[in-house]
């Protein structure tokens, strides 16, 4: 793994930084595919967005330095992290802040072909104001994944929000196809609005793919005639089953992979 801090070669983080102390910052983990950054665009779009929302101030020229990085990387896991940067006691931020910058490259992992799910028993709160950004406190998705029992042979699992609604999984988003159509999940009050997401609903629009958000229940999980997720790294990845539910390997969602592949030539930064 290497890794940069504010532009340098290092492992070191000042220890008043709000990232560290209050998980005030943003992230993103991207695909890097022979030194170009998949989606990028839609990577910066959500950052700044997200660093909007909170109020912090974008390091300058994250971009060139991205794609620099990414460069030299070769195939590999790109994950950025952008904090308020550092600052006193107390969660009030300070009026003027330098921000933070992480960069680190991971190993390209082994991408499943297809993927089985469970049901987390954590709930997802309702918050409007952080909904769709991708800040740095994932409790709820840590404390989900501390549900799997040794052995268990589930891949993810499926969050709920307390309203007992169809959000996402622990480390993706979620499609369903039902009576020809594609659904996924409102995140108005929770969850991270994925990149891959609203690409692959732009390639459903482009394809002609009925494609809506909508409330979805488990039911509406389990009576789907295909379910799949999405994330930045693993594209778009088929579910055959969630607990004791079996689903096909369906033409929609193998629709949407090949015209995900034929955009897919020339879709990165």
Not at 188 to 210: K, L
């Amino acid at each position: 793994m290497n890794t940069w801090v504010n532009g340098a070669s290092s492992t070191r983080i000042d220890v008043t930084d709000r990232g560290l102390h209050y998980g005030d910052g943003l992230f993103e983990t991207m695909a890097v595919i022979d030194g170009r950054i998949r989606l990028l665009e839609r990577h910066l779009a959500r950052l700044l967005h997200g660093a909007e929302r909170l109020g912090i101030v974008m390091p300058d020229n994250v971009d060139v330095m991205l794609r620099e990085k990414a460069a030299v990387s070769g195939t590999a896991i790109l994950k950025l992290i952008v904090t308020r940067g550092a600052g006193g006691r107390g969660y009030t931020p300070p009026a003027q802040a330098s921000p933070g910058c992480i960069l680190m490259t991971y190993p390209w992992p082994s991408v499943p072909t297809s993927m089985t799910l469970r049901v987390c028993e954590t709930r997802l709160g309702h918050n409007p104001a952080l909904a769709g950004i991708k800040h740095l406190n994932r409790l709820e998705q840590v404390l989900a994944s501390r549900e799997w029992s040794v052995g268990e042979t589930a891949d993810d699992g499926v969050m709920l929000d307390t309203e007992e609604r169809v959000i996402e999984t622990t480390r993706a988003n979620l499609f369903i196809v039902s009576g020809g159509k594609l659904l996924t999940p409102q995140l108005d009050g929770s969850g991270v609005r994925g990149v891959m997401r609203d690409h692959v609903i732009d390639v459903a629009v482009r394809n002609a793919i009925e494609c809506s958000e909508a409330a979805l229940s488990l039911d509406d999980l389990h009576n789907a005639d295909e379910i799949f997720v999405t994330n930045a790294v693993i594209g778009v990845c088929p579910v055959t089953a969630l607990g004791q539910h079996r689903f096909p390997i369906g033409r929609m969602t193998a629709r949407i992979a090949t015209a995900l592949q034929g955009e897919d030539k020339h879709p990165c930064g």
